[in-house]
T-cell receptor, first 113, second 117 residues
Framework: ELKVEQNPLFLSMQEGKNYTIYCNYS?????LYWYRQDPGKSLESLFV?????AVKQEGRLMASLDTKARLSTLHITAAVHDLSATYFC?????????????FGKGTHLIIQP | DSGVTQTPKHLITATGQRVTLRCSPR?????VYWYQQSLDQGLQFLIH???????AKGNILERFSAQQFPDLHSELNLSSLELGDSALYFC????????????????FGAGSRLTVL
């Protein structure tokens, strides 16, 4: 059974601090997706990592992928309140990605002033 | 606006009833996916349709069924509803329907929040 595990599941941090969210997965997939969900809202695609060693950055968020370790990280630099949300990582349900995604349980991130 | 339209946004009904959730995919997307989101189970894949054909089933109960119509919109039918079916139901769409080396980024709708009393 395909498993996607995120940790931590809940994170409260102060503005200006740095932190990393971890995503471990059990498949041999070389693709990894990150999504963001605001409370009561839909999921929004943040990053798609397509190969081992891939790194993507946007603003204060940086995602990376290590397919050998089956690990992706989402690093937050100098956090600001607007980044408060739930972050999900996901992998393809099947090889080639035709059958949608399996998601982790999400990391609920609260950034306090 | 993601381009994926879901109706209704909110639905309150009683146990034992039947409801239909509707989804219109983003223009040009042939694949529709249904997900259920609840606090205890997280985001669970239910079913995938591509160009009118069922492609994959996930943790979908026998009381639930879905279809995709020729105009590509999809409906998720939930019957004999139980309290535990209360959840947020998402529809997502993508252009991909076959294995590919490219990413299969799903675009999600705003969701339909179902409350069963």
């Amino acid at each position: 059974e395909l498993k996607v595990e995120q940790n931590p599941l809940f994170l409260s941090m102060q503005e200006g601090k740095n932190y990393t969210i971890y995503c471990n997965y059990s498949t041999t997939s070389d693709r990894l997706y990150w999504y963001r969900q605001d409370p009561g809202k839909s999921l929004e695609s943040l990053f798609v990592l397509l190969s081992n060693g891939a790194v993507k950055q946007e603003g204060r968020l940086m995602a990376s992928l290590d397919t050998k370790a089956r690990l992706s990280t989402l690093h937050i630099t100098a956090a600001v309140h607007d980044l408060s949300a739930t972050y999900f990582c996901a992998v393809d349900r099947s090889r080639g990605g035709a059958d949608g995604l399996t998601f982790g349980k999400g990391t609920h991130l609260i950034i306090q002033p | 606006d993601s381009g994926v339209t879901q109706t209704p946004k909110h639905l309150i009904t009683a146990t034992g009833q039947r409801v239909t959730l509707r989804c219109s995919p983003r223009s040009g997307d042939l694949s529709v996916y249904w997900y259920q989101q609840s606090l205890d189970q997280g985001l669970q894949f239910l079913i995938h349709y591509y160009n009118g054909e069922e492609r994959a089933k996930g943790n979908i109960l026998e009381r639930f069924s879905a279809q995709q119509f020729p105009d590509l919109h999809s409906e998720l039918n939930l019957s004999s509803l139980e309290l535990g079916d209360s959840a947020l139901y998402f529809c997502a769409s993508s252009a991909q329907g076959a294995p590919s080396s490219g990413a299969n980024v799903l675009t999600f709708g705003a969701g339909s929040r179902l409350t069963v009393l």
